[in-house]
């Protein structure tokens, strides 16, 4: 059974950085892709990031793209987020993803396997 286990949330305030990591464990992972979603107050979840475990493409949402970076470090089947010039806008509980690479997949959608999420808080 595949599990992801999300850390690293946190307080913030603007301008500031946090780093988020996903680990993930049950699976080899190589036919996969892992993502990022978040979730703030009130809204729907939406998609952030993604990558694809053994060709490293990325995928990311226009609201982070220059400020957010996706990576994985396949030794330690763990995705990391590194979250930049944050905003009070991007506070929000961050999931992580897989899904299983099929042909014809999007990275933004319809993803099997999730994580429990961690809170990040970015004060004004």
């Known amino acids: 059974q595949v599990q992801l286990v999300e850390s690293g949330g946190g307080l913030v305030q603007a301008g500031g950085s946090l780093r988020l990591s996903c680990a993930a464990s049950g699976r080899t992972f190589s036919s996969y892709a892992l993502g990022w979603f978040r979730q703030a107050p009130g809204k729907e979840r939406e998609f952030v990031t993604a990558?694809?475990?053994?060709?490293?493409?990325?995928y990311y949402a226009g609201s982070v793209k220059g400020r957010f970076t996706i990576s994985r470090d396949n030794a330690k089947n763990t995705v990391y987020l590194q979250m930049s010039s944050l905003k009070p806008a991007d506070t929000a509980v961050y999931y992580c993803?897989?899904?299983?690479?099929?042909?014809?997949?999007?990275?933004?959608?319809?993803?099997?396997?999730w994580g429990q999420g961690t809170q990040g808080t970015v004060a004004a």
């Open positions: 990558v694809t475990w053994s060709g490293g493409t990325t």
């Open positions: 993803a897989a899904k299983v690479l099929r042909v014809g997949w999007s990275p933004f959608s319809e993803y099997d396997y």
